[in-house]
């Protein structure tokens, strides 16, 4: 089993959708949970950080994580086509510089 | 100019061959690590460094070396590449510790024929 789960997609989704993409884990112990977007041909990019159990929103991503279920989300409201890319969770333990990542889910939003 | 510059962007190479990828970047960040990202693996990581006297192994290290020559650079090496270390190679540079960004370069296409 792999430590991070992640439905590779590729998700469809028409412009103007909410769009839920999610992780899941199996090391209780990790710490900081994070969104990469990672667009064709380019390297990955933080997108949003969150520490331990609980929400976070910047403009129309809000990241959740519930260390109990073990289970990471990205919720994308009003989706756009620029936000076509792939994006990765990655996980990590306290103070250790080891990111775990998931594979990816790949977005596709269409006009 | 990018943060983390990868070089080359693509290469084709023949079974048994030696190849070395290099990375630099002018982050001034201690920490530099490369990733191989496959199809339905994800990104994995090979080696990472946290300064010029550090190195360590990780998940997937066999059938690869790497050197940091200054606190910018940091390259991998193929000794002797095969068919399935095909894939696209990431090098990343962090500030330190788990709860900071890796920023990572623009990646390089590897093909081992």
């Known amino acids: 089993q792999k430590e991070v789960e992640q439905d590779p997609g590729p998700l469809s989704v028409p412009e103007g959708a909410i769009v839920s993409l999610n992780c899941t884990y199996s090391n209780s112990a990790f710490q900081y949970f994070m969104w990469y977007r990672q667009y064709s041909r380019k390297g990955p990019e933080l997108l949003m950080y969150?520490?331990?159990?609980g929400n976070k929103e910047d403009g129309r991503f809000t990241a959740q994580v519930d260390k109990s279920s073990k289970y990471i989300s990205l919720f994308i409201r009003d989706s756009q086509p620029s936000d076509s890319a792939t994006y990765l969770c990655a996980m990590s333990l306290y103070n250790t510089d080891k990111l775990i990542f998931g594979t990816g889910t790949r977005l596709q939003v269409f006009p | 100019d990018a943060d983390v510059t990868q070089t080359p962007r693509n290469r084709i190479t023949k079974t048994g061959k030696r190849i070395m990828l290099e990375c630099s970047q002018t982050k001034g960040h201690d920490r530099m690590y490369w990733y191989r990202q496959d199809p339905g693996l994800g990104l994995r990581l090979i080696y990472y460094s946290f300064d010029v006297k550090d190195i360590n192994k990780g998940e997937i290290s066999d059938g690869y070396s790497v050197s940091r020559q200054a606190q910018a650079k940091f390259s991998l090496s193929l000794e002797s590449a095969i068919p399935n270390q095909t894939a696209l190679y990431f090098c990343?540079?962090?500030?330190?510790?788990?709860?900071?960004?890796?920023?990572f370069g623009q990646g390089t296409r590897l093909t081992v024929v």
């Open positions: 990343a540079t962090s500030d330190g510790g788990g709860n900071t960004e890796a920023f």
């Open positions: 969150t520490y331990s159990s």
